[in-house]
């Protein structure tokens, strides 16, 4: 069967063989300048990712995204789904400082900070070595499938508490804590929850792995749109490094046999595929800027230590701009690194405007559903209305549902003063009762008030519907 499979005339993804099997990779590490900055970058980020759903600010989670309730906690500010404009204008403030960071730093968020990168590449990676040995070197001492089975339990383990990290950001903490010290059969669909979570970190991080960059995340199918000709990126210097080869003997007599020494009209590239080995995603950085480069840098402390080891200035690899490496110029200033940040301050400053001047609460005056209006037997009008209140406050607080001073509307409720608890909401049915004779061509243009007594005073301006004929009958 396998003879029946045609072979692709040229490698089609780094991670994939010609004959379309799965290439595993398994980079050697290159332990220099950079990696040794990336490193307490990346456990500096595995300490933040953990601790922001724990971390209190105005007694909430400094991040909190509650998709049950629909409610966004961000540094002690909560957002609702009907805080439209202030959602918007985060996700349009998010996606310019995307825009703006890839043009200036290319996709340093991929090599340094993404958690897909951090947790791969400093987490489960180093413990595929304990485990496994050194790429290259020789596998440790005692019972391969022993090893195979702790490594094993080790990725559950850390993957189990991972899914409990991501999933803390959705539930809260308190929820959390309530699952794990809970039997499971208190809480069955949480534990399915947690249970899928951790089979789906277990097989990112154990299985699918640098692929979720090559042939999932979208953000690298942008860069050829986000990024320009100035941007940073790391690329490989083919006008020092071309014609690449091995290093030889000299030819004349007597000549150094050394590596170090160009022997024939070469390159500074010796090709010896180090930046090739090193790589997380499987790419020849020589071959310029791919999609699948993730810009972790590890090729150019690779590169660095051969040209090191040669007598060579280091740099072959290295972060540059292709106009850069091109003209030996670098321009820093160019149109989108001024728009960008213009733009990004005006949305900044209306989402600082817009939120600072949220009422403490929300309202909405609805229609009830049924009958448009009803005639009293003292022939008033009657409107069935539902009005919806969100306290927006920290606090709890009380509320009034009134009308405004001379108007001829009546509300008849249960509940017109009533407290609500901080972010808690609440639907009041209220009846509109108005003399027949306010209604002008079958509408009165009711002007209903909330108040807490202290602050906030809101007018709701309402259209009560009624009889045709109105006062004239
Ligand atoms: S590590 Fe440097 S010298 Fe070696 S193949 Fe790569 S670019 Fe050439
Ligand atoms: S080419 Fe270099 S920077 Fe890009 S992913 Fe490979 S090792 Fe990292």
Same mark, same amino acid.
């Given at each position: 069967m396998a003879d029946a499979l045609i072979e692709a005339p040229e490698r089609v993804l780094s991670t994939l063989n010609q004959d379309g099997t799965r290439r595993w990779m398994r980079p050697r590490p290159s332990r220099g300048t950079f990696w040794k900055w990336r490193r307490p970058v990346a456990y500096g980020l595995i300490l933040l990712f953990t601790a922001l759903p724990w971390i209190t600010i105005n007694g909430k989670p400094?991040? *909190?995204?509650d998709l049950i309730h629909r409610e966004f906690t961000f540094f002690g500010k909560t957002l609702l789904p009907t805080d439209t404009l202030l959602l918007a204008l985060l996700a349009i403030g998010i996606a310019l400082a995307i825009f703006l960071v890839t043009a200036l730093f290319g996709r340093i968020w991929c090599g340094w900070m993404c958690p897909q990168t951090v947790y791969l590449e400093f987490v489960y990676r180093p413990l595929e070595r304990l485990f496994d040995g050194e790429p290259g070197r020789r596998k440790p001492a005692g019972n391969t499938t022993l090893r195979k089975f702790l490594r094993f339990v080790v990725y559950l383990l850390i993957s189990a508490f991972l899914a409990h990290t991501f999933l803390s950001y959705f539930v809260g903490v308190e929820n959390l804590r309530a699952w794990i010290t809970g039997s499971p059969t208190e809480h069955p669909i949480a534990f399915l929850v947690m249970a899928a979570t951790t089979g789906l970190m277990l097989f990112d991080f154990g299985y699918f792995r640098e692929q979720v960059c090559v042939v999932v995340c979208p953000y690298a199918r942008m860069q050829s749109a986000l990024l320009d000709r100035d941007s940073l990126i790391i690329s490989y210097d083919k006008a020092r490094g071309e014609p690449r080869g091995k290093r030889g003997k000299k030819h004349k007599a007597g000549a150094d046999v050394s590596l170090n020494v160009i022997t024939e009209d070469r390159g500074d590239c010796v090709d010896c595929h180090m930046c090739v080995t090193t790589c997380p995603t499987g790419i020849d950085i020589r071959d310029g800027l791919q999609l699948e480069c993730i810009g972790c840098a590890q090729c150019i402390d690779a590169c660095n230590t051969v040209m090191s080891k040669i007598g060579k200035p280091t740099g072959l690899i290295r972060y540059t701009s292709q106009r850069a490496v091109e003209t030996k110029k670098a321009r820093l200033l160019r149109p989108r690194i001024v728009i960008y940040p213009l733009m990004l301050l005006v949305v900044g400053v209306g989402f600082v405007s817009v939120l600072s001047t949220k009422a403490g609460a929300d309202v909405q005056v609805l229609r009830a559903p049924g009958l448009p209006f009803n005639l009293t037997d003292a022939g008033e009008v009657s409107n069935q209305l539902r009005v919806r209140v969100t306290n927006r406050t920290d606090a709890p607080t009380t509320y009034t549902l009134g009308v405004a001073e001379g108007s001829p509307v009546t509300l008849m409720s249960d509940s017109l003063t009533f407290t609500l608890e901080p972010g808690q909401q609440t639907s009041i049915p209220v009846i509109a009762v108005t003399p027949r004779?306010? *209604?002008v061509s079958g509408v009165h243009d009711a002007s209903l008030t909330l108040t807490d007594g202290a602050d906030l005073w809101k007018d709701l301006p309402y259209r009560l519907l009624g009889p045709a004929t109105g006062a004239s009958q």
């Open positions: 400094a991040v *909190f995204l004779d306010a *209604f």
